[in-house]
């Protein structure tokens, strides 16, 4: 199973920034997509997931940042609007199924005027 995330980049604060993570292999009935961010120095954390249907978001990018997912389509999205310096990091997304742990590369986001 392999987790390909794309859509990063370099973004002036306030602007937007559309991630995708698409799974490939034999991966079903997926329970969990979550995207984590790392940024240098600190711990990686959960930005935001999603799990039967029901989303939560880190507080720090509530009513910002928007996760979806097509479990049929193995693809998780997370939308960022309003982006702020601080939301720079490399982001991750991660997937579940049957207990086991998938994690995809990481892509940068740089927030940066």
């Known amino acids: 199973v392999q987790l390909q995330a794309s859509g990063g980049g370099l973004v002036q604060p306030e602007g937007s920034l559309r991630l995708s993570c698409a799974a490939s292999?034999?991966?079903?009935?997926?329970?969990?997509m979550g995207w984590y961010r790392q940024a240098p120095g600190k711990q990686r954390e959960l930005v935001a997931s999603?799990?039967?249907?029901?989303?939560n978001y880190a507080d720090s990018v509530k009513g910002r940042f928007t996760i979806s997912g097509d479990n049929a389509k193995k693809t998780v999205y997370l939308q960022m609007n309003s982006l702020k310096p601080e939301d720079t990091a490399v982001y991750y997304c991660?997937?579940?199924?049957?207990?086991?742990?998938?994690w995809g590369k990481g892509t940068l986001v740089t927030v940066s005027s």
């Open positions: 991660n997937m579940v199924s049957y207990l086991v742990g998938y």
């Open positions: 292999g034999s991966i079903f009935s997926i329970n969990f």
């Open positions: 999603i799990t039967s249907g029901s989303t």
